[in-house]
């Protein structure tokens, strides 16, 4: 299945401003491996806590900026691995708003399924469609977002780094 799919990560789940360097979605399920191509993930700092159906009118113009791309992505399923995403631009979190992150892929034969979190409120935007097939400007509302990871580095004053980790969700439900 081809997907677009939009997350909004609250800041208070977050807690503290630091440009995000990986992102670490962890499976949920047996499947056999799969791939997709042209797997892209922008991210953007937003005020909303909630999405509307329309993808490009959860943040504004100018704001969404492209972190990772891929031309193939090889998923290894199984209950328990890892996809550590590097970023290609490190993306700095202010802190003080909220975070988007919108993942993209217009082909593929990905089955795989990571673990999720039900966040209690429609944080989650998705469009599904077959390989080869178009998108849509809209998506469906999921109250269940991906379990992540972030990690990156957190400047404390001029002269002090240090690093952060945030654990996004529970693998356990």
């Known amino acids: 299945m081809v997907q677009h799919c939009q997350v909004v990560v609250l800041q208070e789940e977050i807690k503290t401003a630091f440009q995000i360097n990986s992102i670490t979605f962890v499976f949920a399920w047996p499947e056999e491996t799969s791939y997709v191509t042209d797997f892209t993930i922008s991210m953007a700092n937003v005020e909303n806590d909630q999405l509307i159906e329309t993808f490009s009118q959860n943040y504004d113009p100018g ?33 003080q708003d909220n975070l988007l992150i ?4 217009p082909d593929g034969e990905c089955w795989s399924r990571v673990y999720n979190w039900e966040a209690g409120t429609a944080r989650c935007l998705r469009y ?9 400007s809209t998506g469906y509302f999921f109250e269940w977002i991906p379990y992540m990871v972030f990690e990156g580095t957190a400047n404390f004053d001029q002269s002090t780094f240090g690093a952060v980790k945030v654990i996004l969700g529970d693998i356990n439900h």
């Open 63 to 95: 704001t969404l900026v492209e972190v990772y791309h891929c031309d193939s992505l090889c998923l290894e399923n199984g209950y328990g691995n890892e996809l550590v995403l590097e970023l290609d631009t490190p993306f700095f979190y202010n802190g």
């Open 102 to 105: 919108d993942i993209y892929y």
């Open 128 to 136: 599904l469609f077959l390989p080869g097939g178009s998108g849509s």
